[in-house]
């Protein structure tokens, strides 16, 4: 049957790395960056544009799940609220798929590190370090990846996938 596997985190924590590395791990799969469908100048954060996103990503990866040509969707994207993962489950009713959320945590310093590195701003640092105990009460499988490398993160979820 076919996986969708939604590899959650706040900003910062390596769901881009992971995912891709994820993605080249797995034959017959296919990516989906939530945070493509956000690419916009100037960056609005409305209800209009809410709705477009999901809109968007809910096309996208129901057209993926229907694909004969992948066994595996990706999706990666800061979902900070299990309603908003709910809600993208809701609009996929009706296919038949096998659903694995995963989450990305880390510590705040390993967090404050990478984004740093990835010359991030002190207001953007500041709130994914708020948003990251949110996510430790979230029904998904949990991942540290404070003191583990991308690498072992990757096999971490090569397990779940293949054991689920």
């Not at 990846?145 to 993160?153: A, L």
Request: proline fraction near 1%; hydrophobic fraction near 40%; include cysteine.
């Amino acid at each position: 049957m076919k996986k969708l596997i939604i590899i959650n985190g706040t900003m910062g924590v390596g769901k881009t790395t992971v995912s891709k590395k994820v993605h080249k791990s797995l034959d017959r799969s296919v990516w989906l960056d939530g945070d493509w469908c956000w690419m916009m100048n100037p960056w609005v954060f409305s209800e209009e544009n809410i709705q477009m996103v999901m809109d968007n990503i809910t096309y996208m990866l129901r057209n993926y799940l229907t694909n004969s040509t992948f066994d595996y969707v990706i999706l990666s994207w800061v979902l900070h609220k299990e309603e908003i993962r709910d809600e993208l489950l809701d609009r996929l009713s009706g296919l038949e798929f096998q659903v694995e959320t995963i989450t990305l945590t880390c510590s705040e310093i390993a967090l404050r590190k990478r984004m740093e590195q990835d010359q991030r701003t002190e207001e953007e640092i500041k709130r994914s370090i708020d948003r990251l105990q949110g996510y430790k009460n979230m029904q998904t499988t949990l991942i540290d990846t404070s003191i583990v490398t991308m690498n072992q993160v990757v096999e971490q979820i090569q397990h779940i996938i293949r054991s689920s």
